[in-house]
């Protein structure tokens, strides 16, 4: 709008100037015309008879420069009045601009009327929004605090059902393991009796070699599996060295009872080895 307004103003001094001094152009018609009149008419120079080819040539030129000086002056007029059209033009151009310009500016004021109005009323409905959700906020943080509240003795409380669920458990633990412990320690207890009792029963001693050796039962079991005596001839040996008639009887053979003098020598010789070691 005041790139238009400032074009207007340029065309309007542009033209103004045209008008109040003119163009420099029509300085030299004006003059061309005055000293035309003061010229005698150009029939008056028509001379009867032969002139020469030098003064027609003249004659001629002069009035084509009148031509050109009456026509370029009739265009000097045409375009002072195209200039006054122009600027009258521009003249209704810029009233009417200059009239859009205020109906504009009027209608801009209303609107910033109309907007400050609007601006006020929406502060108001903020400000009422943002009471609304500053209450809402504070209802919002007392249910959060409750409810962190809830959740933090809910997991006091799991906490310490948890821990009298742990403490009862190593309670049964420790039982058990004073259970096992005892268990295990009757147990080492039966097997130290039975070692014992194993230990003393193959100490026993059942009987005498020849030479007087001790016959335990520990070297009769060994001496039995090494010679591969069956458990009746060692019923019988022992029978027989208990009654004391260990060199009346032989052991029993697949074809019957031996009674070799030396019947019963490997028998006391594995045991005397035993005995040696």
């Not at 061309?32 to 001629?60: I, N, R, Y």
């Not at 458990?169 to 039966?190: G, I």
């Not at 005596?229 to 009887?249: C, H, M, P, W």
């Amino acid at each position: 709008m005041i790139n238009k307004f400032i074009v207007m103003s340029a065309a309007f001094f542009l033209i103004f100037n045209v008008f109040a001094g003119g163009d420099d152009r029509d300085e030299g018609p004006v003059e061309s015309l005055d000293s035309v009149l003061e010229m005698e008419p150009v029939t008056d120079k028509v001379v009867v008879g032969e002139l020469d080819a030098q003064s027609m040539a003249l004659t001629s030129a002069e009035d084509e420069a009148l031509a050109r000086e009456l026509e370029e002056f009739e265009s000097s007029l045409a375009d002072e009045a195209r200039l006054e059209q122009e600027l009258a033009d521009a003249e209704a151009q810029l009233e009417a601009e200059l009239a859009r310009e205020q109906a504009l500016a009027d209608f801009q004021a209303k609107l910033a009327e109309e907007k400050a109005a609007a601006d006020a009323s929406n502060a108001a409905y903020q400000a009422k929004l943002a009471r609304e959700q500053a209450l809402a906020d504070f209802q919002a943080k007392l249910a959060e605090e409750k409810a962190a509240a809830d959740a933090s003795n809910a997991a006091y409380k799991a906490r310490l059902a948890e821990e009298a669920r742990l403490a009862e458990e190593a309670r049964l633990a420790e039982e058990a393991r004073l259970a096992e412990e005892a268990r295990l320690a009757e147990e080492a207890r039966l097997a130290e009796e039975a070692r014992l009792a194993e230990e003393a029963r193959l100490a026993e001693v059942i009987g005498q070699t020849k030479s007087g050796v001790e016959i335990t039962v520990a070297a009769h079991e060994t001496c039995q599996e090494t010679l591969g005596l069956t458990d009746y001839n060692i019923q019988k040996f022992v029978d027989s060295l208990a009654a004391g008639r260990l060199y009346n009887e032989g052991p029993q053979l697949e074809h019957g009872t031996l009674f070799s003098p030396s019947r019963w020598d490997e028998y006391f010789d594995c045991v005397e080895k035993l005995a040696s070691k």
